[in-house]
């Protein structure tokens, strides 16, 4: 099952460098990762339109786990789906999981797995450090 992570932020210097952090780690053909941080003109914000680009453009991807950082960017994702066809839609999910930490660990899981409620649920335990 050919998988895609989004990451939106309000920098694409964030995106970038999490982006660069998982394919380093988690190499696979089933997997793609894409860099949605910063607007369309590169300045710092979030833009609807880039995430329904690549949503639209990516015939292959057969689920796309959308992870957002902060206010602005988390409304641009929700409404990328609404601005998604219903077909679209259906395999876009919106992740309630730390950008980093959680598009790490469903990184690594989607590079070995197809199990999509394991790689979110790994996705939403990455957080827990157990530092006491």
């Known amino acids: 099952m050919k998988k895609a992570i989004l990451l939106v932020s309000h920098s694409q210097k964030i995106t970038d460098g999490i982006k660069e952090m998982i394919e380093q780690m988690a190499q696979s053909d089933s997997l793609e990762i894409y860099s949605l941080g910063g607007t369309s003109d590169g300045e710092l914000g979030s833009d609807p339109t880039k995430i329904v680009d690549?949503?639209?453009e990516a015939d292959s991807v057969e689920a796309f786990l959308v992870f957002a950082d902060l206010g602005s960017a988390v409304l641009s994702a929700e409404l990328a789906?609404?601005?998604l066809e219903e077909t679209q839609q259906s395999k876009y999910i919106l992740v309630d999981a730390p950008l980093v930490e959680g598009t790490f660990a469903a990184g690594i899981t989607a590079s070995?797995?197809?199990d999509l409620p394991h790689i979110i649920a790994e996705a939403k335990n990455a957080p827990g450090k157990?530092?006491?």
Do not use: T
Request: net charge negative; charged share 25%.
């Open 54 to 56: 690549v949503v639209n």
């Open 81 to 83: 789906f609404d601005m």
């Open 112 to 114: 070995v797995s197809d």
């Open 130 to 132: 157990g530092w006491e």
